[in-house]
């Protein structure tokens, strides 16, 4: 697994962190793939939804890398999803809501993560009893 797309925990909520800040195009794509796998994982698990942070701070979007996301965007719609995004600006917000409609843009990580937990425990049902596939 990797160290820049994993799960984290935060209060008793468990979220699919992806730190993509500061990343070139070749790895950014690398680390896209495993964030697919990861939420392949989730929704084989049947988890009841999936919380996602992610972070694209001090990047630069291609269409490479807008078409991959594109990717991510089209399994969410197999499970509930929660995102909030960090380090997006300008061009990139229209970009965030337009492929992931609803998606919470924050100032930072904390404000992401407190959003999170938050909203799932509107939901009523947290993920800390059961495991998200992959969690290490």
């Not at 730190?19 to 009841?48: C, F, H, N, V, W």
């Not at 701070?57 to 197999?78: F, Q, V």
């Not at 995102?83 to 930072?108: F, T």
Request: proline letters at 1%.
């Amino acid at each position: 697994m990797s160290e820049l797309v994993r799960w984290i925990r935060h209060g008793q909520e468990k979220i699919l962190f992806n730190d993509y800040s500061g990343l070139r195009e070749q790895q950014y794509l690398q680390e896209l793939d495993e964030t697919i796998a990861l939420i392949k994982e989730a929704i084989a698990a049947q988890e009841p939804y999936l919380l996602v942070l992610t972070d694209v701070s001090n990047t630069t979007t291609t269409i490479r890398i807008t078409d991959k996301a594109k990717e991510c965007t089209e399994l969410y719609k197999g499970i509930k999803t929660l995102s909030a995004i960090v380090g997006v600006m300008g061009a990139k917000r229209v970009i965030a809501n337009l492929l992931v409609p609803g998606i919470q843009i924050c100032a930072d990580r904390d404000e992401g993560l407190e959003w999170l937990v938050a909203e799932a425990g509107q939901l009523g049902h947290s993920t800390s009893s059961e495991g998200l596939a992959g969690e290490s």
